[in-house]
């Protein structure tokens, strides 16, 4: 039935507080476009009948759908709704992997009897970005991101209408091998605007240089010749990579009595500060011995 013939008051007059809440709050999105907020309780394959535009014939087509229940309403959002264009789209694991994230979205129809409704993230997503950018995004300006899902070497983040793909270079400036051990889909951090590229539509952000480099003042911290204690975070190229502080790297060789088969990720070892180049940054060392 088409939901402005319907009898709300007649159907909301059994309603909880906390149910009138949140169809108030949905009633509102549809009729106004406002944007609501919610939680990626899952997806959901649900079919439905489209018609084929070549044909005009009905078909029945199953499409992948992100759920959110703020509540008891169950709020569908079709993949074709999920993403900004297509050339944002991710593929339909990312989805799966969507669970737990904040999103937010429009609601474009309303199965009342059913308590289920059908909502447009991309049509949010178009709000947002409207908004963020009337406000000019120049760099430096500090902004929220938000992760919607973590890979091993990647991440997906929202930030003012924009999804943006992060890689560990963007988000710290000590080595992470695995990015799933830190970051965590539903949490968001500050973040700072390297750049916008209208013609492109690109927006450009990274996490790490919202925080002071912990490189500065180290060399007092750690001075050439001390010895620490430390833990093996990372190979590369020959070198090992051994955290000093969070989000402290020190670039290591081995002492000539030692051979890499014999240390892993995750061993606790002892390095000696050998160097420090200033200009990249970097701290170098020399791992003496497992501890």
């Known amino acids: 039935m088409d939901f402005e013939r319907l009898d709300l008051t007649e159907l909301d007059k059994d309603l909880s507080e906390e149910q009138r809440k ?6 509102a999105s549809y009729r106004s476009r406002s944007v609501l907020t919610g939680r990626v ?5 649900t079919s439905v009948t489209l018609k084929n535009q070549e044909t005009g014939d009905l078909e029945r087509k199953e499409i ?11 709020i569908l959002i079709p993949e074709q709704e999920i993403w900004f264009d297509e050339k944002t789209r991710r593929p339909s694991h990312v989805l799966r992997s969507m669970a737990g994230s904040t999103i937010d979205y429009v609601i474009t ?18 709000i947002r970005r409207r908004s963020f950018l009337r406000f000019n995004p120049e760099a430096g300006r500090k902004v929220r991101a938000s992760i919607l899902a973590v890979g091993r070497t990647h991440l997906l983040c ?12 963007d988000l710290s400036y000590a080595m992470i091998p695995d990015l799933r051990e830190r970051y965590h889909v539903g949490d968001s951090y500050n973040a700072i605007v390297k750049g916008y590229d209208e013609e492109s539509g690109r927006l450009v952000i990274s996490v790490k240089e919202a925080e002071p480099h912990p490189f500065d003042g180290a060399d007092s911290r750690h001075p050439v010749r001390s010895r620490r204690a430390s833990v093996i975070t990372g190979k590369y190229k020959g070198g090992v990579f051994c955290k000093l502080e969070e989000n402290l790297d020190c670039l290591c060789t081995y002492s000539p009595n030692q051979y890499d088969e014999n240390f892993q990720i995750g061993d606790q070892v002892i390095v000696a500060i050998t160097k420090y180049n200033y200009t990249k940054k970097q701290i170098y060392g020399k791992i003496v011995a497992k501890w």
């Open 22 to 27: 949140e169809w108030n709050a949905i009633y």
């Open 41 to 45: 309780a899952g997806m959901d394959i």
């Open 109 to 126: 129809a309303i199965d009342r009897e059913g308590e289920c409704c059908v909502a447009s993230r991309r049509e949010a997503l178009n």
């Open 64 to 74: 992948n759908c992100l759920v959110v229940i703020e509540y008891r309403v169950k």
């Open 158 to 169: 929202t930030c003012g209408g924009f999804d943006m793909t992060l890689s560990q270079r």
